[in-house]
């Protein structure tokens, strides 16, 4: 049994970044690839990006581009870089291990919330 633990997720700005992490409680070299999926709000879940034991990767057409799937081995752990995110990104982000074309664990997920107004900056004007 491997559990995996996600993290990484927050709220940032449109065009901004941000990485998650996929933090497994065992080897992870032994899948036959490890996923990132999310589900946006009313939406159903979606494949976003695939890396393979032998670290070919694949990509959502809609992330192609911006996000960046990795692995480290040695750290039992999966990255999901985005870059350049939109408000359509925002869902809940789940990785999922797979062998032998099943999806044998999954993680609880983590928000990623994508603002599309700015933080804004207080105006002082004085007589």
């Known amino acids: 049994q491997v559990q995996l633990v996600e993290s990484g997720g927050g709220e940032v700005q449109a065009g901004g970044s941000l990485r998650l992490s996929c933090a497994a409680s065992?080897?992870?070299?032994?899948?036959?690839?490890m996923n990132w999926y999310r589900q946006g709000p009313g939406l159903q879940r979606e494949l976003v990006a695939v890396?393979?034991?032998?670290?070919?990767?694949h990509y959502a057409d809609s992330v192609k581009g911006r996000f960046t799937i990795s692995r480290d081995n040695a750290k039992n752990t999966v990255y999901l870089q985005l870059n350049n995110v939109k408000p359509e990104d925002t869902a809940v982000y789940s990785c999922?291990?797979?062998?032998?074309?099943?999806?044998?664990?999954w993680g609880r997920g983590t928000q990623v919330t994508i603002s599309s107004w700015g933080q804004g900056t207080q105006v002082t004007v004085s007589s």
């Open positions: 999922a291990a797979d062998e032998n074309g099943q999806l044998l664990y």
């Open positions: 065992g080897s992870i070299s032994g899948f036959d690839s």
């Open positions: 890396i393979t034991s032998g670290g070919r990767t």
